[in-house]
């Protein structure tokens, strides 16, 4: 009973260093999608999916890319790490359409710092 | 421009009493409302919702409530219980939107005081 699965949980980086998270859900979600939380200001979209080979920005896409080659899994990749994306990253995942009852499923989180 | 305010950054609330938590949107096109309960080191958790056609929707201790006229909603969580202490996030979806394009609030905190 997995759900969305997110690695690593926590990681450090240096300035100017490249790293992928990843996220992978067994629920066969066509939506996937990661968020950041920084202090003060929720959760903010990164990154959208909404099916395999299908993504698109949200609201804070800049210095990050996604790829969605599969159902399951959708990777985060900080290309150049800066400070400013010392942050936890949450990935979600919900099935397609917009109806009342469509519930989105959050991962546990991955704490990145940037020094 | 934040869309979705929780203008409460915290809240403290004895055992047994109610909990209000309150959210304020300003974007007309959204159509459904979610609150997720986080807790420490754990990702946010579907907690209840309601669409915009509703104005109260229950579910066990948890009610919420939407004016649409005065774009607010609330959640009552009665009565409160030391368990429920948490981050609890507003979320807001566009009725153009995706299932999965959510503009959360920043987050109330809840304590749960015995």
């Known amino acids: 009973n997995a759900g969305v699965t997110q690695t690593p949980k926590f990681q450090v980086l240096k300035t100017g260093q490249s790293m992928t998270l990843q996220c992978a859900q067994d629920m066969n979600h066509e939506y996937m999608s990661w968020y950041r939380q920084d202090p003060g200001m929720g959760l903010r979209l990164i990154h959208y999916?909404?099916?395999?080979?299908?993504?698109d920005q949200g609201e804070v896409p800049n210095g990050y890319n996604v790829s969605r080659s599969t159902t399951e899994d959708f990777p985060l990749r900080l290309l150049s790490a800066a400070p400013s994306q010392t942050s936890v990253y949450f990935c979600?995942?919900?099935?397609?359409?917009?109806?009342?009852?469509?519930?989105?499923?959050f991962g546990e989180g991955s704490w990145l710092t940037v020094v | 421009d934040q869309q979705v305010k929780q203008n409460s950054p915290s809240l403290s609330v004895q055992e047994g009493r109610i909990s209000i938590l309150n959210c304020d949107y300003t974007n007309s096109m959204f159509d459904y409302f979610l609150w997720y309960k986080k807790y420490p080191a754990e990702g946010p958790t579907f907690l209840i919702s309601i669409s915009s056609i509703k104005d109260k929707n229950e579910d066990g201790r948890f009610t919420v409530f939407l004016n649409k006229s005065a774009k607010h909603l609330s959640l009552h969580i009665v009565p409160s219980q030391p368990g429920d202490s948490a981050v609890y996030f507003c979320a807001a979806r566009a009725n153009t939107g995706t299932a999965s394009k959510l503009t959360f609030g920043t987050g109330t905190r809840l304590q749960v005081t015995l």
């Open positions: 999916s909404v099916g395999a080979g299908i993504t």
């Open positions: 979600a995942s919900s099935y397609a359409g917009t109806g009342a009852g469509n519930t989105i499923y």
